[in-house]
């Protein structure tokens, strides 16, 4: 280095002492000889080339680093800036990593360094902005109308014939992930009722369900569904044991509602996919489930209706919309020998801008351009529930609640505050103490209201919540409350899962 | 411009912090190895007699090798020896350090330099330590050689144009890894890899033709991307402070036979073997039949080293195969294959021995390549791989051209274009400029973003 210094020394004063030349030619040049100072400036001009293109070129490379070391450093301070972090993710609905607490131990074997690494990507500032730009830089890798996300999981076949039931329910072995069919849980439970509901946060415990594959075709995401034999004959022997312990005290009817992948996809892609079929799954379970169970099968209801075009499921979520629900009811009604009420009777509320599951799991753009809308329909007898929340408090809550100003993902907790233990609904005008009890993860949701209007007791269980404040069985609880009818509602891809089998089986008994 | 020993020092400091973050008490293990093999070389250097040199150094290289193979290899012999003979009862399972395969052959490199008088052994301890854990090369980077920086770490000029560089470099590798490397991986385990509910081997055996085919292509290119860009990143901040490590990757994949390949691929770990196995084995200077056992030697613990795996050693013997076949048939000259045919040959080869890499049951890699011709009973293809195929192709191009040198070879046209064009000189000071930053604005989206980020060389 110090070579290198003795060497800029004299360069400097040298170069100076050329420039102070250089300015003294000029104004001599251009105070004296005018005819010739354009041929005088035009070869100064030219002994002086060689050198520069050199030097602009160190300038510009100083330049250059400094601009990159600058913005580098700017960039490392932005993402230091904790006030910047966020803590919450909307678009994923999940609570983001907290920073770390050190202990001895987790210090010891990096455990502690390896939550800071991610804390610091999970919580960088505008996160959401540059999951945006990534998004949309995936989105110029190729064609991508149609697209995949997730892992198809490999599928049992199903058998042709019925399972011979026999009396007890299968024990079911180590059980899988979290049940795939929830909604997230919402904090209907942690506020009290108020004019204006605020923006609800997601509860800690909440079981934020993992979809499978998700298939999107244009603005519309669609979930996959694989048979599995094992929890298909688990979910048989469940039920029809339920039909067996009720015998006598209730009436007991099963309704499992198919996804959108078999009800709303063109048939022509529909048979190049690897799903299973959904109507020969359900052609299966029902003809095994013993008979003191009464099945209500509306896949071909839900088929007619979406070629007519109608609203059934939403396209950026799981679920399916209040007329998909309203349908089942109608079919339900008639195979319980009940009148349907019309759907006009209803009142009709909707919100836009509804940005569900699917989004929630691909951040496809095709799906954040197209959002949903959600419909829903007040009962006209009464639009108070009663929640029993998982704290074991009770209170009053609306059966529709006005989600206008609530998240784009949780427009879905507009009906009957989201997913709660167990919930009851009265109808005023009924005195026939006529009760169904609605045993249902949250696909039941937005069919509850409809039974509002058939039943003077509507009583929501869902079994996924119910035994954290409750430990009677389903016998005690038909007992306790003087249930006529049990209702049980699941989606295809419940019956699929393990977890949730088991926990109905728990509940059963 | 501050003083040398206080850059030494500072750069020091800040790579033992690194290499603590993945876990404090491995640090301990490469301080002592370094302090072990210093105080080796000490007493090489006092020593004259060259009986006593030779005892210094295995003392040393059995400290080194020692070690290594008791963090990396013990479980697996342990284990080995369970399945075979029922004893012993409980293996443990050793945490492998990570970098040990690293640092411990750049130790390896010092000790054995210092005992051919090819180096001075190093004075300053920290120095020595300096070199062992910079914090560029210590756990993914290339193996440098003692030899190749022995006079920077004393005595370093940091350039402008070498700053410049370095940005450039180390962006670029930054992107190919957070843009590039990542998205093929997890494009190749849409197709490899296990699901929740399935094994690896039930998601093989069911996979079309073009769903293997395109999972094996994608695996291929995630491991160069991945493993060049952290080369990459490496002689990229090495230039930023003035240290100039060599190459390790000569776009491998445009090699038109297997022995091109192993001159392109992992330059640092072959030319080690080269130098420290074959050539004192005796290298082709001997017997046709020496020859051949001492490539079998270097083959076998080339691919040992990549992990304490039978697959690894199957892996590399598969190519001690095709070198000992290719020296055979390339010594005769008749043959004169057509280079595209060349290429694709090797590329084949190649990739097929990425699956081996991959997979540590034979019945995996059994029924890979009975999907890559066929065989497994799956047709063509499916509606998902069509459709995952469809949704990412625009990027294998860009990927594929990425393993090229076209990126290279257009970026020097530009430059020799800006000497003599203005238009050319501003367009090449705008990319100059831009292209860091814009490439460091995407790889920070992509990273926040992904929860994905496999660390693909972590065995080592």
């Known amino acids: ?509 | 411009m501050p003083d040398l020993k206080w850059r030494n020092r500072i750069m020091l400091i800040f790579s033992l912090i690194f290499y603590a973050w993945a876990g404090p008490v491995y640090l301990l293990l490469l301080v002592g190895m370094t302090l072990a093999d210093w105080l080796v070389t000490k007493e090489m250097s006092k020593c004259m007699e060259q009986k006593l040199r030779k005892r210094c150094l295995i003392i040393g290289c059995t400290i080194n090798i020692g070690l290594l193979c008791f963090f990396k290899y013990l479980s697996f012999f342990l284990q080995n020896f369970h399945n075979w003979f029922g004893v012993p009862e409980n293996v443990l399972a050793i945490t492998l350090p990570i970098g040990i395969s690293f640092y411990t052959f750049q130790l390896l490199s010092y000790v054995v330099d210092v005992y051919r008088r090819e180096v001075q052994a190093q004075e300053n301890f920290f120095t020595l330590l300096l070199y062992v854990s910079m914090f560029h090369q210590c756990i993914a980077g290339p193996i440098v050689r003692y030899e190749h920086v022995e006079k920077e770490l004393t005595n370093r000029k940091i350039l402008r144009a070498d700053v410049a560089y370095g940005i450039r470099r180390f962006t670029i590798g930054l992107a190919k890894k957070a843009l590039l490397a990542n998205t093929c991986g997890s494009f190749a385990d849409s197709f490899l890899a296990a699901t929740s509910s399935d094994s690896i081997y039930t998601t093989l055996i069911s996979q079309p033709v073009l769903s293997v085919w395109l999972g094996m292509f994608a695996y291929t290119m995630q491991i160069y991307l991945d493993f060049s860009a952290y080369s990459d990143m490496a002689i990229g901040m090495g230039r930023m402070i003035g240290f100039h490590y060599h190459e390790n990757f000569n776009y491998p994949y445009i090699s038109k036979s297997i022995t091109e390949f192993w001159r392109r691929w992992h330059i640092s770990l072959s030319t080690f073997f080269r130098d420290y196995v074959y050539i004192p084995l005796g290298g082709n200077r001997c017997s046709k039949l020496r020859h051949i056992f001492n490539l079998l030697v270097v083959w076998a613990l080339t691919g040992f080293w990549h992990g304490a795996s039978w697959n690894f050693l199957l892996w590399g013997l598969y190519y001690f195969l095709f070198l000992v076949t290719e020296k055979a048939i390339l010594a005769r000259s008749e043959f004169h294959i057509p280079r595209a045919l060349s290429r694709i040959y090797t590329i084949l080869i190649v990739s097929f021995g990425w699956m081996i890499f991959r997979f540590e049951a034979p019945s995996q890699i059994l029924s890979i390549l009975k999907g890559l011709f066929g065989l497994n009973g799956n047709s063509f293809t499916n509606y998902e791989t069509t459709v995952a195929f469809k949704g990412s192709f625009l990027f294998f191009i860009i990927a594929i051209l990425a393993c090229t040198p076209i990126a290279k070879v257009l970026g020097e046209r530009l430059q020799k274009r800006a000497l003599v064009e203005p238009n050319a000189q501003v367009a090449l000071q705008v990319v100059q400029i831009a292209v860091p930053i814009v490439l460091l604005i995407l790889s920070t989206a992509a990273l926040v973003g992904d929860s994905y980020n496999p660390f693909l060389y972590f065995r080592f």
């Open chain 1, 1 to 509: 280095m110090d070579l290198r210094n003795q060497n800029c020394k004299p360069k400097l004063t040298e170069t100076l002492l050329r420039k102070i030349k250089k300015i003294q030619l000029r104004c001599y040049v251009f105070f004296h000889h005018k005819e010739d100072r354009d041929d005088f400036v035009v070869a100064k001009r030219s002994t002086h080339s060689p050198e520069d293109p050199k030097l602009q070129k160190r300038k510009f490379t100083q330049r250059a680093n400094s601009i990159f070391f600058a913005f580098l450093f700017l960039f490392s301070i932005f993402s230091f800036i904790i006030p910047l972090r966020p803590s919450y993710s909307d678009m994923e609905q999940r609570n983001l990593t907290a920073f770390p607490i050190p202990t001895a131990a987790t210090v010891a074997n990096g455990e502690f360094f390896n939550q800071m690494n991610t804390w610091f990507a999970d919580t960088f500032p505008f996160r959401e902005a540059f999951l945006k730009l990534e998004t949309g830089i995936t989105q110029l890798y190729g064609v991508q109308t149609t697209q995949v996300v997730g892992k198809v999981d490999k599928a049992d076949d199903i058998p042709d014939k019925p399972l011979a039931t026999s009396s007890e329910p299968e024990e079911i072995t180590s059980p899988d992930n979290a049940p795939a069919s929830s909604a997230g849980k919402t904090d209907a439970s942690a506020q009290q009722p108020e004019d204006d509901p605020t923006i609800p946060e997601l509860d800690k415990d909440a079981k934020v369900e993992k979809l499978g594959a998700v298939l999107v075709i244009d603005d519309a995401a669609y979930e996959y569904y694989n048979f599995d034999q094992a929890a298909a004959d688990s979910y048989i022997k469940m039920i029809s044991s339920a039909g067996s312990k009720l015998n006598g005290a209730a009436h007991v009817y099963n309704m499992i509602v198919p996804t959108s992948i078999d009800i709303c996809v063109p048939q022509t892609v529909r048979d190049g996919i690897n799903t299973s079929s959904q109507q020969k799954a359900l052609n299966y379970l029902y003809t095994s489930m013993a008979d003191n169970v009464s099945k209500v099968d509306i896949f071909n209801t839900l088929l007619k209706h979406s070629v007519d075009g109608d609203y059934l499921y939403f396209r950026t979520d799981h679920h399916w919309t209040a007329l998909g629900a309203y349908y089942a009811y109608e079919q339900f009604c008639t195979d319980s020998g009940q009148s349907a009420v019309a759907l006009d009777q209803f009142e009709e509320v909707k919100y836009d801008n509804f940005r569900g599951s699917f989004y929630r799991d691909t951040k496809a753009s095709s799906l954040r351009n197209h959002p949903d809308t959600v419909y829903a329909y007040i009962p006209p007898s009464t639009n108070t529930i009663t929640i029993t929340d998982d704290k074991n408090s009770t209170w009053d809550w609306t059966v529709v609640t006005n989600v206008s100003d609530w998240a784009s993902s949780s427009k879905y907790n507009t009906f009957i505050g989201g997913d709660n233990p167990l919930s009851h609904i009265e109808n005023p005008n009924k005195k026939d103490g006529s009760s169904i009890l609605l045993i249902k993860e949250s696909f039941g949701n937005s069919f509850a209201p409809f039974l509002v209007e058939n039943y003077q007791h509507v009583y929501i269980l869902d079994y996924r919540y119910f035994p954290d404040v409750d430990n009677r069985s389903l016998s005690e609880v038909v007992k306790d409350l003087n249930i006529n009818d049990v209702l049980f509602l699941n989606n295809i891809s419940a019956v699929r899962n393990k977890s949730a089998v088991k926990l109905m089986a728990n509940l059963v008994g």
